[in-house]
């Protein structure tokens, strides 16, 4: 049922169905909100790519953050890790069939961002 609020005969507030643990929304938000998250799941969209290049391809991220979030991503099923070459090591990423599913989403958010101007500050 959806949540609503109701106001008493003393003119008091209550909710009635509020939540007891993170909405749908929240749910979703929490792997494709963190930083970097979202950026890497689109650059991961036509395919396999090796870790330097997703990296190079974030601009802002620091190679420290972007393992950090692949790690993340992977124990959420998101993405898969590859080891291409054991010396030196070379090792890529690409999206799992739960990962591409969020590329929908992400494109949507992309044209929003981009057809409001949507400006970092």
Not at 78 to 84: A, G, L
Request: aromatic share 4%; with cysteine; proline share 3%.
């Amino acid at each position: 049922m959806k949540a609503r609020v109701e106001i008493d005969p003393k003119g008091r507030k209550n909710v009635i169905n509020a939540c007891s643990e993170p909405c749908a929304i929240e749910k979703g938000m929490r792997i494709l909100g963190s930083k970097w998250k979202g950026s890497i799941i689109y650059h991961l969209k036509d395919g396999p790519v090796r870790f330097n290049d997703l990296t190079r391809m974030l601009g802002g991220a620091s190679k420290k953050m972007v393992d950090q979030r692949l790690k993340e991503l992977e124990s959420e099923n998101m993405v898969v890790r590859r080891v291409i070459n054991d010396k030196p090591l070379a090792v890529s990423y690409e999206l799992t069939e739960f990962g591409t599913s969020a590329l929908t989403i992400l494109d949507e958010l992309r044209k929003w961002s981009e057809s409001n101007n949507i400006q970092i500050k």
